[in-house]
């Protein structure tokens, strides 16, 4: 594995933190009703789809546990804004 990988692999990891941390404790309705938290979410998935995109072979290799494929493909998701 690269060592740019666990740079990588970190920056994931923080995103999701931040994406879990900005949806804790709200409920559906909040969420729709929030076209900021919407806009910014989507943003956070496109970052961690970025960072996963970087990861080398051999570093997806070591963690086949991440569903590399699915969250590389995340970044380029049409996000519906209602």
């Not at 080398?56 to 049409?78: D, L, N, V, Y």
Request: hydrophobic share 45%.
């Amino acid at each position: 594995m690269l060592q740019s990988d666990s740079l990588y692999l970190a920056h994931m990891l923080e995103m999701a933190r931040k994406a879990l941390g900005k949806t804790q404790g709200i409920s559906r309705d909040v969420y729709d009703s929030d076209e900021n938290l919407r806009l910014a979410l989507a943003h956070l998935v496109q970052v961690i789809g970025e960072a996963a995109r970087r990861v080398s072979a051999e570093g997806r290799a070591a963690h086949p546990e991440i569903p590399w494929f699915e969250i590389t493909g995340m970044r380029s998701k049409t996000f519906t804004i209602t």
